[in-house]
């Protein structure tokens, strides 16, 4: 079992912001979290340090409880200068090289992209984040858990574009959004603020079609339909509304947009 972080290390951790994760220490301090993993270092200016996945863990629980999830010094969790990433707690490590590799549109995200079992691996805490798409019969944690992933997933989003996009633009999706449509619009909708439907709840249903480039949107009454076609435009996707041709039931097409 994993040493727990010391007292010292605990308040910085405790007092860290709840969403972002970003943390106020010393020098020393700072440098013995990430050292174990706990934090890294962003690499832009001003070069402000946040939680891992594993800080926010030992954040959440009690203090002097022993936490088997502590990584060791040196493991993929540990920070570095080499870390490209938007805000701590966001579910994948960013490399460089796996930045370069979203231009071609290939792997950041890709366990976010996963099938049904991959989805339940990452409710039951493997680490492995992947947004709602909607009819999940495991809907797993929620609450402020849940919605700080999804904020560090948005987030972290916004930096790929930006990093990816020539000319530096947030305002329109990025290859990897293109090559992961389901999962792309299931985040900006889940970001947003929108509930996907669960077992026994009604919400957003993101679905693949045979249109390429396209995914559709369907949702229990016109209200959300219309919510979650702003939200999605203001994402950086063309949304349209149509009708199904046999159950005359209304959807929305949604498209990334390219400029």
């Known amino acids: 079992m994993t040493r727990p972080p010391t007292a010292a290390q605990r308040r910085v951790i405790d007092a860290a912001e709840p969403v972002t994760g970003r943390l106020r220490g010393t020098e020393a301090q700072l440098a013995a979290l990430v050292r174990r993993g706990l934090a890294f270092r962003h690499p832009r200016p001003p070069h402000d340090h946040f939680l891992t996945p594993a800080g926010h863990r030992i954040r959440e629980t009690e203090p002097g409880t022993a936490e088997?999830?502590?990584?060791?010094?040196?493991?993929?969790?540990?920070?570095?200068v080499e870390t490209v990433t938007a805000q701590a707690g966001a579910p994948e490590a960013w490399t460089a090289a796996e930045v370069r590799r979203q231009a071609s549109g290939s792997g950041v995200f890709a366990a976010q992209a996963g099938t049904a079992p991959e989805v339940?691996?990452?409710?039951?805490?493997?680490?492995?984040?992947?947004?709602?798409v909607g009819g999940e019969e495991h809907t797993?944690?929620?609450?402020?858990?849940?919605?700080?992933?999804?904020?560090?997933?948005?987030?972290?989003l916004l930096e790929l574009r930006r990093m990816t996009h020539p000319d530096g633009a947030v305002d329109r999706p990025c290859g990897w959004e293109r090559a992961?449509?389901?999962?792309?619009?299931?985040?900006?909708?889940?970001?947003?603020?929108?509930?996907p439907a669960g077992p026994?709840?009604?919400?957003?249903?993101?679905?693949?079609?045979?249109?390429?480039?396209?995914?559709?949107?369907?949702?229990?009454?016109?209200?959300?339909?219309?919510?979650?076609?702003?939200?999605?435009?203001?994402a950086g996707w063309q949304v349209g509304e149509h009708t199904d041709p046999r159950t005359r039931a209304r959807y929305l097409l949604a498209s990334p947009r390219r400029v």
């Open 120 to 132: 339940r691996r990452q409710e039951t805490g493997s680490g492995v984040f992947a947004a709602r």
């Open 200 to 234: 026994d709840t009604d919400g957003y249903r993101v679905r693949a079609t045979p249109q390429p480039e396209a995914v559709a949107v369907r949702g229990p009454d016109d209200a959300t339909l219309g919510a979650c076609a702003a939200t999605l435009e203001k």
């Open 140 to 156: 797993g944690v929620d609450g402020p858990a849940r919605a700080r992933e999804v904020h560090s997933a948005w987030q972290g």
């Open 68 to 80: 088997s999830g502590v990584p060791q010094a040196g493991t993929a969790q540990a920070g570095t």
């Open 180 to 195: 992961h449509l389901v999962r792309a619009a299931a985040l900006a909708l889940e970001a947003g603020g929108h509930r």
